[in-house]
């Protein structure tokens, strides 16, 4: 198949799709959230079964034509299953945030009680904040972080699911920088006899390869993203139970949403074939080796991390005592193309707009090939941008720094 070059369709995209690559190539990502996808993935996400619509599952469609259709979703489901231990897969969810409201809508009644982490201390949107669809039809009650170790307090999440018996409990945290063991939150939700959904968007990658904690025995359901340490297709899936497997594909089609992506599917399944392989698992243990070394290079040049430090993919840095919130200091690393994003920390007194804290990880820079070297160097730079804010000299020496490390380490060759 010969496809026409985009310059020649509509030249006005085409340029935007070339400054996206060249911003991507000569900036440092640091978002914890963004990876590169293989060349693949990109290009099956891009594949001919973006005409297909394929409403249903495998054997059950609403549509003609779609016998290869169910082909590459069984592969995908067949591979989901293997990865990760699973004895179902549902792999339509077209997001993160889809896969947890198709999770509510299978195993929650409207007004019933979720038991979810605060948004400002870690948790996600779609656990449950005010002008969502599940604040709209549930309750939620948040647990937070201890205020002195920054980490789950067991005890205190224990008490505070006796008092409220929810429905519902939810593991899973967009910055929470230690691992979680999933047996004590199983227990938990045990004694209040609730559901337990791990919601691993984040970590699911380091899941896969073995070097964080597995929730699949534990939870009765595990929500994910292909996008993040997955290194995958933009997308979600489900992992659960065999008893859970029809509630949960309902919930998905037609309960919350229409025809699958089956291109989407289709790239789903390489990142799934591509997270067996063995490289993939050194890939996974080098985020975190990464990780702590950019960790320990900012402790050591005076930046407070919550919880004193990280053994996942991201961190927290507190710059509460360092006079720069942290809205200004993404401003200014972007500046000197280091791209890191503002967050909250716990407790924090400023709004979510502009925050105390940023939240850089490594699963880009790893991907690219960077190793500890690099993560010194690049921890060197961050410190002195943001020590010293205004000094935009300072800024632009950096930038020529960045662009030529990134073009060592290219991100697609
Ligand atoms: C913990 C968690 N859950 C769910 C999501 C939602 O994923 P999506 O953006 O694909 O909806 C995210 C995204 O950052 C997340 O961090």
Redesign the pocket.
Known sequence: MKLKPIAQVDPQIDEVLQKELNRQQNTLMLIP?ENYASSAVLETQSSIFTNKYAEGYPGKRYYQGCTLADEIEEIAITRAKKLFGAEHANLQPH??????IACYQALLQPGDKILSLDLTQG?????GKEGTLPHTYYRIVNYGVDKKSGRFDLDKIRKMAKKERPRLIIV???SYPRKIEFKPWREIADEVGAYLLA?M??IIGLIAAKVHPDPVPYADVV?A?C??TLRGP???FILCKKELASKIDRAVFPGTQGGPFMHTIAAKAICFKEAMQPSFKEYAKQIIINCQSLANTLMEKGFKLITGGSDNHLMLIDLSSQKITGKKAALVLEEAGIVVNKNCIPFDVLPPSITSGIRPGTPALTTRGMKEDEMKLIGKWISEILHNPNNKKMRDEIKAKVEKLCHSFPIYK
């Open positions: 959230s997001s993160g945030t889809g896969a947890n948790g996600h949107l779609s656990h899973g945290a967009s919601d968007a984040h929500t993203t996008q993040k933009r997308g979600g």
